[in-house]
């Protein structure tokens, strides 16, 4: 199908009615830490996440090892890669933490116990929960769940957590303040299924402190 759309000339332009499998229209990744029941840590990518306030939203595999470590253990690690980790972060995505691997990623995924060393990255100690950094992320935010539920279609988990530290390269903050410069940090987009970075700023908004 077909509809009549504008754009920004106001020129006619045809849309067409899709339906993708995805809808990941261009979110960034993240790497979250957690802490398996064995003392040990998981770390796993994922693409569904964005923050309100001091707030951040993660949606989840309900089967996923991150899942199973966050209804027992609810302390974790949202770390950002930048876009030159992309294939650190590709290493990671055809991997599980779960033995057996549960059915629905049998054949794509296989078990890996040592996540931090399949991805080359390295470990670095937070200070108000268990799990660790990536040290290689320019962005590592330390938090705790504080709320965990099905989401309306009860194909995921919703997790809400609550950010206890920020944790920010030095190249990226604005000298002097708390502020990450936004001309200097550009996180990794995944763009239904293929990874970007950021292109040049357009403008800025009214809220805007830096």
Not at 10 to 37: C, K, M, Q, W
Not at 87 to 99: Q, S
Request: proline content about 10%; charged content about 20%; overall charge negative.
């Amino acid at each position: 199908m077909i509809s009549e759309t504008y754009d920004d000339a106001g020129v006619s332009a045809p849309h067409l009615t899709i339906a993708p499998r995805i809808l990941y229209f261009g979110t960034p990744v993240v790497l979250l830490s957690t802490e398996n029941a064995d003392g040990g840590f998981n770390l796993a990518p994922m693409s569904s996440a964005w923050a309100l306030g001091d707030v951040v939203v993660l949606g989840l595999g309900p089967g996923s090892q991150t899942a199973a470590n966050l209804a027992e253990r609810p302390d974790l690690v949202v770390n950002l890669p930048g876009p030159g980790q992309w294939e650190a972060v590709e290493r990671l995505a055809p991997t599980t933490g779960r033995d057996p691997v549960p059915p629905y990623k049998q054949g794509v995924f296989s078990y890996e116990p040592d996540k931090f060393g399949t991805a080359g990255l390295t470990e670095a100690p937070s200070e108000a929960v268990r799990p660790p950094r990536v040290r290689e992320c320019p962005l590592q935010l330390e938090a705790t769940v504080t709320r965990l539920r099905p989401d309306a279609g009860e194909s995921f988990l919703i997790a809400e957590a609550k950010v206890l530290r920020v944790h920010a390269a030095e190249d990226i903050v604005v000298p002097g303040t708390s502020h990450v410069d936004p001309a200097r940090w550009s996180p990794l987009i995944y763009n239904f299924r293929h990874y970007f970075g950021l292109g040049s700023r357009l403008g800025r908004t009214f809220r805007a402190e830096y």
